[in-house]
């Protein structure tokens, strides 16, 4: 600090800043990206082992061996399921109790704001059914939940049946210490949001359901299974849950050790890990799995029943059985061991998962990479606005006062300068900011409550509506008047457009950098497109250029590439016209989210990023 | 010798059985074992030793014990009790689908005590109480201290001859955490005159008892009037223990049972001790039925009684009677169903309550209690007492009480506000349940940040809130006849029923875990450390910045002649330059 008190090294160190501002600011990106590119590579990941004593150390010998009882079960099921046209609710209620669990059922019902054109739903009814295994000599303090979405079609049987058959041999067993839920839930997460917000007693979305009668304590730990084969391949974990919330690393640590241990082929982002390490083609994988991994994180959406879980701190892994073109496959006995094991080894905890790590990212599923060391590669991004504004700052302060007085440029200068000309300075901001966040308001409002009137008049459905008018504001305002400052003060000047830059930088800045805490990946996303751009973006110079990259990196055409990359990385490639409906889809889906599970992505573009980046749009095109 | 001489003489005049009211004090004991088939298809099996001595402990002078053990005897009169009552219980007793029961007890250790009036200094005696048996019955009970003490004012009365209800001389405290196991069970086993050697106490195999869903003990001390006239005091200890087997873990999904199947023992002789010894099998839905079960070997006699506003029926197996053991050595009863039970709507209680934290994050909460009348056509009161820690910060203008969507208001409230690290928060409230109604009882709270040291060594497994307890008085659906309260089986006299119409009960629900904000305690010293450096050192430095105002000084010139010049000056008296 002696460093600025001092003005002579102060002098020098904006003299620095202001004459290598443009290589410090390509350098500062170049470093956040490779330090990003690198975080699939050895020396950043590092091997992941349990921290859990309570799960580490104990071993329990599985001895599970109803894989064909699961079977007769999964075959009953889907019997009934066809005969009812839905949940058997009567069955699986009659089945429960004969195992010797005490059984519930909670209806609820959902009216989604709009019709969801994908599974084809508007008005939702459904109803929940669930079954608690009473541990012996527990007061019900403390709870385990194994849930399997009964979903449409013929799907997941094979999920339910297996659960069943857990239920029964669970059942007889003497050592739980923690009662055990299964919980069978209609209408994938609907049902799932429906029975977390009853079991719990609140109403964060408008999902209205009957009370409910029986609970067993703070629930612990969840597993969600998808199953819809008789034999697997291999096993699937999704771990990004809602708003990009994260299970403990320990809960994925106990599934890979299961699998380990029974010699199950297990995989995440459908990808297999590679055995050699240090070669360049396994540094592509391991970097392929990572960046998918950051796309689903940073979308924001629950890519499982698992994902609503976490907003009550309870530690939730989804896993899905695959069953592929592979050679050796297992059985439902193989199956039902690992899951007896990662349920035994959770009946052993003493106290909640907190041990391991809750912000990670995953290039392969032995391998982690922790919050301290992906964080830098953020922190270059921000580095940068922070230097742009820095530099703005200086110029601003420097340009008020004389030459002479350059010495000590920083606090009385900038106190003169504020006391003569910046009252009508800062004024001129007041519109383009309120202009820009009405806009934004309106994005995130209007789509939804102007759908029936946008129904009326133009032949599309409900969803096309929301969608296509979230796309026409969004496109609108670009358009709108961007010289609102000259309302004020007559006409804008050099420093009002420096001004009004240095302040959307800033807001830009906070904005990431409060993102990134919650959402590591969604706000990495966007500082890599938006924070070159919004550093070099000025209305002097090739403005042309400036627009077009300008609208490159806006949040929706960031969206658009996501999509893109994320169908390239899946190795699924799509054509344009494919991919323009993904987005329509997407866009919609977003939304969805947003009001039925309360994903904060969408408000947060639509109410913060929006409006920024149009702050941006007004700098460009300031006269 | 003596003291086989006074054994010979008690033990004569026990057999003579005939009472007189001269002579030294006497003492009896009775035995007895219910069995009885929960609804949802599991058995209780309910043990009861009373031990009964005529004698006033409180006088000086009684220095000897014959059935009733010394170290309680003791305790009373040396810490002037007039009632007490210890549970210890591993598991949760649950309500709606195991029915009513005879005697609940909430998960963990509960002890409540009414000190006699001439008590000067309550707290003291209570602390000391308590450290005593803990030593006694092997439990953690020393942790009973003023954060988890509470004094309620109307949900528990004495329960036996009482005078005196100025609950100023009650304390009552429950330890949720509390685990129960053999080193419980054996302290409490030598209370009894025959030990597990003879009687039914024989049953009492620890491996097997603690094999089931529910296993609670108990000890009730309480004056009783000595005879009809009541003119005297006699002295009551009863022992009790409710286990809850799982017949379908045990039977493989069959409901049958044997005592032989349960215990692993059977039952060969009567203490030789007691005045009364015998095993009721509940078996009121035979009657029912129509014949769905069936009890070897045939009992001798049956009887039949109300038991909280139900009739039931019991097998009655007296040890005591010769004719029992005529034809096998042992007694061993079974039952069997006839018919498996397949109804999935079990008849669910009159009173029935739930109780859960709803909210999530780390910061407020919500604790909720739904309390369920479901009889017909009467409502009733109930007195709620809540018990809730200090760190809990309980924000009482949430309190809302709701009964079919209207508000309900109670008709007594009594609060006392916790004090941080001194006393907790204690809350009761008569509410009327109308029939047929579920009454929702919501307050909110504020998780409290504890000091570092305050923390158990498992933060992150949550802290225990310890169960509410409703109290009523609930109105039988079948008419009652009063009767002979010593003669009916269990519990019936421990709770006397003012008339026939209404029956008491005494509910807890299930204890709460509730988590704290807890710090990463991984790395407490580094984090204290770095954190209060780096604040120290930002604010200093920012704080300099911020209020000093810079000037840029010219370097001095011509040194060393000014210096001279000012050197003079000062000499002369004059400023310098």
Redesign the interface.
Known sequence: MGLLSDPYRRRALSRLILRLNTPLCILSYLAGLGWFLGLASPPFTLRSYMSENAMGSTMVEEQFVFGERALSYAREFAGHKKKVGGIPVAWLEKTMWKLGLEVYKQPFSRTLPFPDEKHERYMVKGTNVYGILRAPRAASTESLVLSVPCSTGQHNSQAVGLMLALASYFRGQIYWAKDIIFLVNEHDLIGMEAWLEAYHDVNVTEVLSSGMLGRAGAIQAAVSLELSSDVVTSFDVAVEGLNGQLPNLDLVNLFYAFCQKNGLLCTIQGKLQRTDWDTLPSYVHSLQTLLLMVLKQGSGRPQGDHGLFLRYHIEAITVRGINSFRQYKYDMGTVGKTLEGMFRKLNNLLERLHQSYFFYLLPSLARFVSIGVYMPAFGFLILILVLKALDLWMKLSKCDVGPEEQLCDGDRGAAHAAAEESRPGLLTLVPPLLICHATGLTLYFLPVLGQHVATQHFPVSESEAVVLTVIAIYVAGLALPHNTHRVLTGCGSERGWMTLKLLSLLYLAMLLGCIALINFSLGFLLAVTMVPVAAIVQPKGPKYLYAVLLVLVTPAVTLLLSIVLYQELIEYPISALECWQLFLQAVSEGLLDHYLYGSIVFPFIALFVYPCWLLLWNVLFWK | MAGAVAAVLGLSLLLGSTGGSTGPPRDSLREELLLSPLPSGDLAATFQFRARWDSELHREGVSHYRLFPKALGQLISKFLVRELHLSLT???W?TR?WGQPYLQAP??AELWVWFQDSVTDVDRAWKELSNILSGIFCASLNFIDSTNTVTPTASFKPLGLANVTDHHLLRYAVL?REVVCTENLTPWKKLLPCGSKAGLAVLLKAERL??????SQAVHIRPICRDASCLSVSWELRQTLTVVF?T??IG??KRDWSLFKMFSRTVTEACPLVSESKIYVDISSKTQENELLEVTPLPLSVHEASVQGDRRTYAVYDLLSPSLFNVSRSLNVQLKWKRPQ?S?DLSTPVLHA?R???????QTG?I?T?IYNTHPYRAFPVILLETVPWYLRLYVHTLVITTKGKENKPSYIHYQPAQDRRRPHLLEMLIQLPANSVTKITIQFERALLKWTEYTP?????F?VSPSVLSALVPSVIAMKAEDAEQSPLFTSLFPSSDGSSYFVRLYT??????LP?PDF?MPYNVICLTCTVVA?CYG??Y??LT???H?EEPSRGGLAKRLANIIRKVRGVPPL
């Open positions: 591993q598991g949760f649950r689908t998960a963990g949720p603690f094999h089931t869903s529910y296993h799982d379908f873990s493989q999904g397949d999935l739930q859960y934290v709803s909210g999530y994050g780390l919500e909720s739904l498992d933060p992150n497994h949550g225990y299930e204890p709460l875990l509730v988590n807890t991984s050192v430095s920012f300099n910045l000093r105002t810079f840029v």
